[in-house]
């Protein structure tokens, strides 16, 4: 398998004559004197350079190895016959080193494009001979990147920074033993000609990974490297964890957004060639289109250009006047007014020749669909937009369905402007909902300024006449200019306007919804406790749940607290904390919340519970019903009330809230802004994403963890984590990490992705291993794991190939102390070697002495030498030291907040402006923090208040904003009982 996947593979052009052209890119013919003429007006045409079959490029010598064969394929391959001139891959093909060469030179004319999308067969070939040529390397791992080389510091295949693209030397073959993708040390390449090797399958005018630098204003290099790990089936966390000096240290948000972004350049490319074949198809397709076509970055850049084309459209005022023939009258306007007669035009009986105003007009509306389809033309607008005072407005609407309440929730934009550099995210949102919901109307205001400048420097610039032309063609020409502004431009415009501000906050919308979703899974566990869920209700009681520290449930059972019988109630809750021994109790917070809170603050105040010091805490709900009546619970908990079920739910959160949470999709858990005036996929994609990464870096026990919680690790899928159950469940516990590659349907691009994201306890394994000596030596030869021994037995791969059966690589069940750890198993080796340098052994991770022997060692070299002197990179070693370093179960969450346990209650009229509080985040927005400070109603602190300086420095934050669980000192800075709004100003982050 070539090292590169097929979206960045590296290019050799060869000379392509026009009968090797596809049918759409031969234009009908013009003499060479109409091309000068044009050269002036037209957007210039970017000359192709090519290089003859015939001359053969320059020969280096290079001291070759021995290389294996790279295809058993003939060397030379016939092309088709309907091709006039037959090209042999033996003519481009003829040495490694001399393709390469080509490939450099072909490089310099940098704006050379192959504009296809069906691509001749010879070409294909060609381009896959010369992949194979460059990217030899074994495919063990089911393919490896090469471009960022991770495989050696030796500088083999390495690009350093500052060498020049001619001087580069290839040829020489990776060692055998060394896999891009199992090694990650190495430097990474940050010079533009790794830009330059990534090649999109579907060709456009413009560069995909310079385009996706722009928008994302990360490095282009970092872009080159993101793009092929993407392409390479790598993950976000393990992209995240282990692939850091690829990517600059980049954090998973920023993948998350760029993977985005380079999906949408993707989406314009492909949806573009479609529609040239579907143009071509009907005969359509001209030299100017397909440019005009290829120069399009955006959808909306796209739809303005294809729109005449599309099926059902009637034509456009432009396509009309050319099937009348007047084409010819515009172009002659503009390159030799003086022979220009619109008179002979004229044509008495036939509509829209019939006059000569009809053909003034005809040639009008060709000129101005020239003009606004010229990438000049629209650059030169776009820029001048840039530089004035353009914004976005929107007004009540005339006539309105909606009754006053629904109006009254838009009063803040039923008269508002502002400028669209300045607008929120939340008001961009916020105004679509209200046009969606045709009470508001909305319009972008560019002001008649740009619209006088812009056909000032049309007509005296960028398409002024070669040659004098008189008034009455003038004017034309300053109609038609006009006249492409207000019908074309303008609207095309206000369309790029409103898509970009709408695209931009449903992607910050997004990606705050993200943010809270990650502080809310990485909420601190709280082990250890015997709980008490509460599901708060009115009509049909309270329902509660007893689960031991173990999520396993005790008991169950209804209460009726606000139906007159609160007191006898209390004795049965009594009753079950002291035979449970159980003092933390968990509600819910829906339906009668405060009054359930209330209820048990007040028993608590009375110490009715004692001996027990009970606290309790209040825990956000939202999704726990839809859970409770789901498949995946019916399975988990059978036979159960559904209402009871969310009781568990409940209580199981604060235990362990990652492992319950993601049973829920993601949108219930309520910590969203505007979710239902997104892009679903895009928010599904997204949280999914964000889920995955929550759970693969706080890590799986895979001898203990849920099927549903085992589907979020990287890698792994629904189908995998489901086999890996089933293998666990037929033939006991995994002993080490290599026995994952014994699951059905776990290849090694799986494994590699999942297995630094799997944990396994070491106290467990070595009882497990210690129960199967001792059956073995009393003569038990039927172990429960299906071997003959229980150390040091080679395995046999259940995963047999149809066609034919092959043994596993030799693994043995003897137990793996760095399987505990955060360190991949592509850097064991390098762990290993690090140990010996410090003295240490495998049964010291995690003890207070391998910390010292650490410390030790940094101080001598620090971490950039060591990495040096074991051949790695600075990421890569801190990685094993904090692997070294860390205890057996170390759980990062404890950074951040537990829940808050408390035993009183607040009431809302018991505030004062002034008064000092702590609380918990409960939501985070775009306009501000919503704040539970137990009075039953969320205070807000505005984003203004919410500074840097005000924020923790100590604390290992996730981001620089605040998220749902950060405990938090507040002071009320205004109190509005009648419409139950709290003003916040925030103190200080706790």
């Avoid at 092309?79 to 093909?93: H, P, R, T």
């Avoid at 009907?282 to 250009?305: F, P, Q, W, Y």
């Avoid at 002001?447 to 070669?466: A, G, H, I, Y």
């Avoid at 604390?955 to 405990?967: A, D, F, H, V």
Wanted: hydrophobic share 35%; glycine share 6%.
């Amino acid at each position: 398998m070539s090292v590169l996947s097929r979206r960045a593979k590296l290019k050799v052009q060869a000379e392509v004559t026009k009968e090797e052209l596809p049918s759409f890119l031969e234009f009908s013919s013009e003499s060479e004197e109409d091309n000068d003429k044009d050269s002036s007006w037209e957007p210039q045409k970017k000359a192709t350079k090519s290089i003859s079959n015939k001359s053969k490029p320059r020969k280096v010598s290079v001291i070759r190895k021995k290389a294996p064969q790279i295809s058993s394929s003939p060397r030379k391959v016939a092309i088709k016959e309907e091709l006039n001139s037959s090209v042999l891959i033996d003519d481009v093909l003829e040495d490694s080193k001399d393709e390469l060469k080509v490939l450099q030179n072909q490089k310099t004319t940098a704006n050379t494009r192959k504009r296809v999308s069906n691509k001749p067969r010879i070409q294909k070939a060609k381009k896959l001979k010369v992949d194979e040529m460059i990217c030899k390397t074994d495919s063990l791992d089911g393919g490896s990147i090469e471009i960022p080389s991770t495989s050696t510091m030796q500088g083999r295949n390495v690009i350093k920074k500052g060498e020049d693209e001619e001087d580069l030397t290839f040829g020489e073959l990776p060692l055998k033993k060394i896999k891009s993708t199992m090694f990650p040390q190495g430097q990474p390449v940050k010079t533009a000609g790794n830009v330059n090797k990534i090649q999109e399958e579907l060709e456009m005018n413009w560069d995909m990974v310079q385009v996706l630098s722009e928008r994302t204003n990360v490095e282009s290099w970092v872009c080159a490297n993101i793009i092929c790990l993407f392409n390479d089936d790598n993950t976000i966390p393990f992209i995240a964890r282990y692939r850091k000096e690829l990517i600059n240290n980049l954090d998973a948000d920023a993948l998350r957004e760029i993977q985005q972004t380079l999906e949408e350049l993707r989406t314009v490319a492909k949806k573009t060639h479609v529609m040239i074949q579907k143009i071509k198809k009907e005969g359509k397709l001209s030299e100017s289109l397909l440019t005009a076509l290829l120069n399009c970055r955006t959808l909306e850049e796209l739809d303005h250009v294809s729109a005449p084309y599309k099926t059902g459209s009637k034509g456009t005022k432009a396509q009309r006047a050319k099937q009348l023939g007047l084409e010819g009258a515009a172009k002659t306007l503009l390159e030799n007014p003086g022979a220009l007669n619109l008179l002979s035009y004229v044509k008495p009986n036939v509509k829209g020749l019939s006059t000569l105003q009809e053909i003034e007009m005809g040639v009008q509306h060709i000129l101005a669909d020239m003009f606004a389809k010229d990438k000049d033309t629209l650059d030169f607008i776009r820029k001048l937009c840039l530089q004035r005072y353009v914004c976005i407005q929107s007004a009540l609407a005339k006539v309105s369905s909606k009754n006053e309440k629904d109006i009254s929730k838009f009063q803040l934009y039923q008269n508002f402007s502002c400028n669209i550099k300045s607008i929120q995210h939340h008001q961009i949102l916020a105004i679509n909902r209200g046009e969606n919901l045709k009470i508001l109307t909305v319009k972008v205001n560019i002001p008649d300024t740009v619209k006088n400048e812009f056909c000032s420097w049309c007509v005296q610039n960028r398409w002024r006449p070669l040659r004098y032309a008189r008034p009455e063609l003038m004017k034309i020409l300053h109609d038609s200019v006009e006249d492409s502004y207000k019908r074309l431009i303008y609207p095309l415009l206000c369309r790029e306007y409103r898509s970009k501000l709408t695209s931009d906050a449903e992607k910050e919308s997004i990606m705050m919804f993200g943010r809270n979703l990650r502080q809310l899974l990485l909420t601190s566990p709280v082990p250890g406790r015997t709980l008490m869920g509460v599901d708060p209700g009115y009509k049909h009681g309270c329902k509660l749940a007893i689960i031991s520290p173990t999520s396993q449930i005790l008991h169950t059972d209804v209460v009726y607290l606000h139906s007159g019988q609160g007191f006898r109630e209390a004795e049965k809750i009594k009753r079950l904390l002291l035979n449970f021994n159980c003092s933390t109790v968990v509600i819910g917070n829906g339906t009668a919340c405060r009054e359930t809170e209330a209820y048990f603050a007040d028993l608590i105040m009375k110490k009715y519970f004692a001996p027990l010091d009970v606290v309790y805490c209040i825990v956000n709900e939202a999704g726990a019903s839809i859970y409770s009546v789901s498949p995946e619970a019916n399975k988990e908990m059978p036979g159960l009330d559904p209402n009871l079920r969310s009781a568990v739910s409940i209580a199981r959160r604060v235990q362990d809230p990652l492992a319950e949470l993601v049973k829920i999709e993601p949108k219930h858990i309520g910590v969203g802004m505007y979710q239902h005036d997104v892009s679903q996929t895009l928010l599904k994609a997204t949280l999914d994403s964000v889920v995955e990464e929550c759970v693969s870096f706080v890590g799986v026990d895979i001898n203990i963890c849920s099927e549903i919680l085992l589907r979020h690790i990287a890698g792994l899928n629904a189908s995998r984590a489901k086999n890996i159950i089933e293998w666990r469940e037929k033939n006991g516990p995994f002993i080490n990490r290599e026995q994952l590659k014994h699951v059905k349907g776990l290849g090694p691009k799986s494994f590699q992705q999942c297995a630094g994201f799997i944990r396994f306890n070491q106290e467990y394994i070595r009882t497990f291993c210690s129960s199967l000596q001792n059956k073995s030596s009393a003569g038990d030869q039927v172990l429960s794991i299906g071997v003959e021994a229980p150390m040091d037995v080679q395995f046999t791969d259940e995963k047999q190939g149809k066609k034919k059966s092959k043994t596993a690589s030799k693994a043995t069940l003897k137990p793996n102390p760095l399987d505990q750890t955060c360190i991949h198993p592509e850097s064991y080796d390098i762990a290993m070697r690090f140990l010996s340098l410090i003295d240490g052994n495998l049964c010291e991770i995690g003890q207070p002495e391998m910390q010292q022997k650490i410390n030790l060692l940094l101080q001598k070299e620090g971490v950039e030498g060591i990495a040096k002197s074991l051949e790695t990179t600075g990421h890569t070693l801190q990685i094993i030291i904090d692997g070294l370093s860390q205890p057996e179960g170390f759980d990062f969450r404890t950074d951040f907040d537990k829940p808050d346990f408390k035993r009183t209650i607040v009431c809302l009229e018991d505030l004062n402006v002034g008064t000092v509080l702590t609380g918990k985040v409960e939501n985070a927005t775009l306009f501000g923090i919503f704040v539970d400070i137990g009075v039953g109603k969320s205070g807000l602190i505005p984003i203004r208040n919410v500074t840097e300086a005000k924020l923790s420095k100590v604390k290992k934050r996730r981001s620089l904003g605040l998220g749902p669980g950060e405990r938090v000192e507040v002071k009320v800075i205004n109190i509005d009982i009648p419409r139950s709004r709290i003003t916040l100003d925030l103190i200080r982050v706790l």
